[in-house]
C-alpha cells in the first residue's frame, strides 16, 4: 500500500509466530533478566552511496523489523511493558530524501510491542531499564560501538541502582540460545521457505532456457535477478555463474567470461523472500546437450546426491548425508581413473579431498549458511523435524595431469534445499530439473 513504509506492509500472519518465538525467548530468560537486539548499521558502499539496507536476521526473527538505529529490548514480566522498541521518530525532511519510517507511533501496533521510544532518547531511558537485572543477554563482539555504549550504561544503572537490588554485570550470549530456536522451523517459516525454493527454481529454469553459446556469464546472471525482482524479491547471496574451467572455482562470482559451446555452466543462486532464503546449484551445457564425458561425471555427482538426500532422516547425524556422498564419489573417481585403490581406504584417507573439498550441505533459514550447531557434546547432532539443509555434493575435475584428459576442467555441483520430515526428506527445490533427459528437453524449449 502507498504512503507506508516497508515494515508496515510485513504480513500480519506473522504476528502471532513473532510473538511465540518472543514468548519463547523470555521463558528461557526468566525473570530479572534483559535482553538486547541492536539493528544492524546501514553500510556504505562508496562516499555517500550505502549498500542496500537488510537487517540483521536476529532482529528479523524477532520483530520483523527492517529499519536501521533501532534497538529490541525484552523484559520478562514487567508490568509497564515486556515487549519495547527504541527506532527513528518520523522526520519529513529525511523521508523526502530516503524513503518512509515507521515512526515511534505507530510502532507498537505494526510490532506488536508494549511501548516505543525514540532512539535519540535512549541514553536517558535504556539505563533505567538495566537497573537490578542479574542478567543481560547479550552478544557481545558484533558492534563495538553499541557495545561501549552498552558498558556506559551499565555503569549509570549500577550508580543509580537500589542498594537490595541486582548487579546487572551477567552477560549471557543470546546468538546461542536464538541459534537454536532458528534451526528448528515453524510452519510460517517454512511456507515462507516454499516461496523461496520455488522462485529459486524458476530463476534456475529461466536461465536454462535463455542460456546458449556465446552468452556471457553475467546475461545469465542477469537472468536470475530478473526472475527474483519481478518477483519483489532479491538475491540471497551474490550469484556463482561460472562456465567451463570456472565452474571449478566453489565462490566464483566474476562472472565476466564468455560460455563456451560444448562446456558446462554451473549456476549457484538463490532467491530470498521475506527474510528466508532458496540455494540451488545446477550445472548444465552451454548449448544444452552433454557430451558423453560431462554425461558420466555428471551422473556420479547425481547419484552422490540423490544417496544423500535418502539420508535425511529423523534421528540420522547430520555427517550421515555428507558420508553417502562422500562414498559414491570416491568409488565414481576410481571408476573413471583419477583415483586407483580400496574403496575403504581411499575413503579413510579423504583421497578425493582434491575434486571435493567442502561438506555436502548446511543448514538453510534466514541466512543461506544458517545458524545452528552441527554438533552437541563433541557429536554430530541427530536431524529433527522441521530443520532445513542443502545437500550439494560435487566433482571439481581441474587441470591435474592425474585426471583423464576428456574429464579436465570439468566442474559439477547439484544442490537442493531439503526438510527433514516424519515422512522422509521434503525436496523444496524439485521444480528445476537435474535428471540430464529433463535439463536437455528443458532447454531444447
Known amino acids: 500500500m502507498k504512503g507506508q513504509s516497508r515494515t508496515q506492509r510485513f504480513s500480519k500472519a506473522m504476528a502471532t509466530e513473532l510473538k511465540r518465538r518472543r514468548r519463547a525467548l523470555m521463558r528461557i530468560m526468566g525473570d530479572n533478566s534483559i535482553a538486547l537486539i541492536p ?5 556504505v558502499r562508496s562516499n555517500d552511496t550505502e549498500y542496500p539496507y537488510r537487517a540483521a536476521s536476529n532482529m528479523l526473527y524477532m520483530t520483523g523489523f527492517d529499519e536501521p538505529e533501532a534497538l529490541m529490548v525484552l523484559i520478562p514480566n514487567r508490568r509497564q511493558g515486556q515487549y519495547i522498541m527504541f527506532c527513528r521518530e518520523r522526520d ?4 523526502t530524501w530516503h524513503g518512509r519510517r515507521l515512526g515511534v507511533e505507530d510502532a507498537p501496533e505494526a510490532l506488536g510491542a508494549d511501548d516505543a521510544f525514540p532512539i535519540s532518547d535512549i541514553d536517558d531511558i535504556l539505563p533505567g531499564l538495566l537497573e537490578n537485572k542479574q542478567a543481560v543477554f547479550h552478544t ?10 552498552l558498558l556506559d550504561w551499565l555503569n549509570k544503572a549500577r550508580s543509580s541502582r537500589r542498594r537490595d537490588g541486582g548487579d546487572p554485570d551477567a552477560f549471557i550470549s543470546l546468538d546461542y540460545h536464538l541459534h537454536e530456536m532458528r534451526v528448528h522451523k515453524s510452519r510460517a517459516e517454512l511456507a515462507l521457505m516454499r ?25 545469465l546472471e542477469a537472468e536470475l535477478i530478473a526472475e527474483y525482482t ?25 562472472n565476466d567470461d ?19 532464503a532458496g540455494d540451488i546449484t545446477r550445472t548444465f551445457p552451454v548449448n544444452g546437450v552433454f557430451t558423453e564425458a560431462q554425461k558420466t561425471v555428471y551422473n ?31 568409488k565414481g573417481l576410481r571408476d573413471i581413473g583419477v583415483l586407483k585403490g580400496k574403496l575403504p581406504t581411499l575413503i579413510k584417507e579423504e583421497a578425493y579431498r582434491p575434486y571435493y573439498m567442502h561438506r555436502t550441505g548446511h543448514w538453510l533459514g534466514m541466512d543461506v549458511h544458517d545458524v545452528g550447531e552441527y554438533r552437541l557434546n563433541g ?19 581441474g587441470n591435474s595431469r592425474k585426471i583423464p584428459k576428456q574429464y579436465r576442467n570439468i566442474g559439477i555441483r547439484i544442490e537442493d534445499d531439503v526438510v527433514v520430515t516424519s515422512k522422509g526428506p521434503e525436496v523444496l527445490t524439485s521444480n528445476v530439473p537435474k535428471n540430464i533427459d529433463d535439463i536437455e528437453a528443458l532447454m531444447r524449449q
Open 195 to 219: 516461496k523461496a525454493a520455488n522462485l529459486s527454481a524458476s530463476a534456475h529454469a529461466r536461465a536454462m532456457k535463455k542460456c546458449k553459446p556465446g552468452m556471457y556469464e553475467y546475461e
Open 140 to 149: 557481545l563482539g558484533k558492534d563495538q560501538g553499541f557495545d561501549a555504549r
Open 300 to 330: 556420479i555427482v547425481l547419484e552422490a546426491q540423490l544417496a544423500a538426500i535418502e539420508a535425511v532422516k529423523i534421528g540420522n547425524h547430520w555427517n550421515d548425508p555428507h558420508e553417502a556422498a562422500v562414498k559414491v564419489l570416491t
Open 92 to 95: 519529513p525532511l529525511q523521508e
Open 258 to 276: 564468455v560460455l563456451v559451446d560444448n562446456e558446462l555452466v554451473l549456476i549457484d543462486s538463490g532467491a530470498e523472500v521475506s527474510g528466508y
Open 39 to 43: 539493528a544492524s548499521r546501514a553500510s
Open 379 to 397: 557429536d554430530w547432532r541427530a536431524l529433527e523435524a522441521g530443520m532445513v539443509l542443502t545437500v550439494e555434493p560435487g566433482l571439481y575435475l
Open 230 to 254: 519481478a518477483n519483489r524479491a532479491e538475491h540471497a547471496f551474490a550469484p556463482i555463474v561460472g562456465g567451463g574451467e570456472n565452474g571449478c572455482i566453489l565462490h566464483y562470482t566474476e
